[in-house]
Each structure stands twice: as structure tokens, then as C-alpha cells.
């Protein structure tokens, strides 16, 4: 072996170790390498969680999801709002993606509470032109207690965790649709005020 085949063999050998460590384990939501630091940083000062990325490692999403969709009336269609999407009305939608620590004890457990934000929502819908609040389950599990109070439906076809939450968000999200694709959520727990914010800004399109 000659003498340059010798020395580029030991820089592989000596720098891979190196490579390997300056691997964090840690990306920004673009898929960008990013330090465990700024990982830990983002989720306590941002609108962030941090997700297992399939790799071993652990990647940031964003909280308040802000897009377009490319076939808005598909999730019309799978909730029986065909009508509204017609009219131009925006859709809400309140998702609950299982029992977990967050949705089964304290507030995020009172039927009578949030049988008086249903009633906010109500109010809301009607002021910016939004169907009434769909309420969306990915798992049933602890919703036994609104039995009565409020009616809660399977994901459809799984649309709208396909769509807006692939992960299992503690708590519960939300999502408001405009009939011309352009949506805002929230992923896990949020302040009611939010989705009066969502539907306040999608109304202007």
C-alpha cells in the first residue's frame, strides 16, 4: 500500500470517531442538525415540541401550524360539511388524540368546563362565518365523560391525522380550514383565545 493510501486511511480512521460525536441527534424542523442546547432552548422559549424523528434521534415541530392544503373540500366531505363548504363557511375542528396525563386530570378533565367553551366556540363560529365545532378523536378512551354533553366522531379515514397531526400531541389541538385550503392550528393544549385568533385571521381571506 503506498504511503498516501496509508496516511488518508488513518485520517478516516482518526476523524470518524470525531464525525460520529459532532452527530447530535438533534434537528430543527427543517431536517437541519442542531445543537442539544438550542434543541432544549426551543422547546422551553418557542412554540416547539420535540418528536422522536424515526432515527434515533429527536427533531422540533412547530405548534402553530400555518398552511394551505391542496383539497380543502375532502375534509368537508368526511364530516358531512359539503354544505358549508359551499357556502364558504371555514371549518373547526377540536382533535383529542387519547387519554393521556394532560386531558385526564385538572381542568382537562371537567365535562362542565368545557361544555362552557363549547358554548364560546359556538358564539365564535357564528360571528366569523365557521361551522360549529367538530370534535375529532384519534382514541375514545376517556371521553366518557361527556356522554350527553358534547358528540365526539372518529378521525374519518384518519384525514385529518394524515393531514395535521401525525403525532400524538399531549392534551388536544385544533385546526380552522377555509373553503379556499389556507388553515391555522394549534398542536397540544392552547388558550380557547387561540381559536378565536385562527378564525379571526382565516375570515380575512
Known amino acids: 500500500m503506498s504511503s498516501f493510501l496509508k496516511v488518508c486511511f488513518f485520517l478516516v480512521f482518526l476523524l470518524g470517531p470525531v464525525y460520529s460525536s ?3 441527534g438533534y434537528r430543527d424542523e427543517l431536517g437541519r442538525e442542531i445543537s ?28 402553530m401550524p400555518v398552511g394551505l392544503v391542496d383539497n380543502p373540500r375532502i375534509f368537508y366531505e368526511k364530516t358531512g360539511q359539503l354544505k358549508a363548504f359551499q357556502e364558504g363557511k371555514m371549518l373547526l375542528v377540536i382533535y383529542y388524540p387519547g387519554k393521556d396525563e394532560c386531558n385526564s386530570s385538572g381542568l382537562g378533565n371537567n365535562a362542565t368546563s368545557f361544555q362552557k367553551e363549547h358554548k364560546t366556540l359556538l358564539k365564535w363560529a357564528e360571528k ?21 354533553l358534547i358528540s365526539w366522531r372518529e378521525d374519518p379515514d384518519d384525514v385529518f391525522r394524515n ?39 382565516l375570515a380575512k381571506n
Open 128 to 148: 366569523y362565518g365557521a361551522t360549529e365545532p367538530i370534535y375529532i378523536y384519534l382514541e375514545p378512551s376517556g371521553l366518557e365523560k361527556y356522554e350527553g
Open 36 to 63: 442539544r442546547d438550542f434543541f432544549e432552548q426551543q422547546i422551553l422559549e418557542g412554540p416547539y415540541f420535540g418528536i422522536p424523528d424515526g432515527k434515533g434521534g429527536k427533531m422540533l415541530v412547530h405548534r
Open 22 to 24: 459532532a452527530q447530535t
Open 163 to 201: 393531514q395535521f397531526f401525525k403525532y400524538p400531541y399531549p392534551c388536544g389541538s385544533f385546526v380552522v380550514i377555509h373553503p379556499s385550503g389556507s388553515f391555522r392550528g394549534i398542536l397540544g393544549g392552547y388558550p380557547l383565545s387561540q381559536v378565536n385568533v385562527a378564525l379571526k385571521k
